[in-house]
């Protein structure tokens, strides 16, 4: 059974750094591609960042370039974000996705709060 835990998420205060955590069982993790999405109220699930599974290349939304970093650890099966200079429109669930080298081979988390205060 695959099991994605994303941890981390609080109220911070603009400006604050998180860190989120995802831990992963149950699966080949460095065979994953991993991501980090983000819901905010009323609006839709996006892509915030991702890495590939060998953790060589990473990718970002333009809204979190140069603020937030992906990274992961293979041998602990984690997958992290480090989120910086944090903003209130920042504000959101974030889930941990993972997707496998199989078309239609994905997981979710079941998300974390992230609240941004002004």
């Known amino acids: 059974q695959v099991q994605l835990v994303e941890s981390g998420g609080r109220l911070v205060q603009a400006g604050d750094s998180l860190r989120l955590s995802c831990a992963a069982s149950?699966?080949?993790?460095?065979?994953?591609?991993m991501g980090w999405f983000r819901q905010a109220p009323g609006k839709e699930r996006e892509l915030v960042a991702v890495?590939?599974?060998?953790?060589?290349?990473?990718n970002y939304t333009d809204s979190v370039k140069g603020r937030f970093t992906i990274s992961r650890d293979n041998a602990k099966n984690a997958v992290s974000l480090q989120l910086n200079s944090l903003k209130p429109e920042d504000t959101a669930v974030y889930y941990c996705?993972?997707?496998?080298?199989?078309?239609?081979?994905?997981?979710w988390g079941q998300g974390t709060q992230v609240t941004v205060s002004s």
């Open positions: 996705h993972a997707v496998g080298r199989v078309p239609g081979l994905r997981f």
């Open positions: 149950g699966l080949t993790f460095r065979s994953y591609t």
């Open positions: 890495i590939t599974s060998a953790g060589d290349s990473t």
